[in-house]
Nanobody, 120 residues
């Protein structure tokens, strides 16, 4: 199972970015997908998750500004980030809780990370 993230970059405060992530490989099912981030010198933290049933969860710091959704393609997830702040600067990691084909359990998988920089 591989996760491919895209969409990071440099944006001014107040701007918007959209991150996308696609899971591929021998996937039987996905319980949930989401995004985490890690700023320099800080621990990785939850940003947002969405379950296969569409239930979402957000960190308090991004509520009302970020929106997570399942993508139009199967096994994809998008993160729309609006009203970005300098403190949103971090490497953003896609995450998926996947049951691979032929397995009886789910495993946690991570993408390679994409850098989001919010600066004027």
């Amino acid at each position: 199972v591989q996760l491919q993230a895209s969409g990071g970059g440099l944006v001014q405060p107040g701007g918007s970015l959209r991150l996308s992530c696609a899971a591929s490989g021998s996937i039987f099912s996905i319980n949930h997908m989401g995004w985490y981030r890690q700023a320099p010198g800080k621990q990785r933290e939850l940003v947002a998750t969405v379950t296969s049933g569409g239930i979402t969860n957000y960190a308090d710091s991004v509520k009302g500004r970020f929106t997570i959704s399942s993508g139009n393609a199967k096994n994809t997830v998008d993160l729309q980030m609006n009203s970005l702040k300098p403190e949103d600067t971090a490497v953003y990691y896609c995450n998926a809780f996947v049951r691979p084909t032929g397995w009886n359990i789910h495993n946690n998988y991570w993408g390679q990370g994409t850098l989001v920089t919010v600066s004027s």
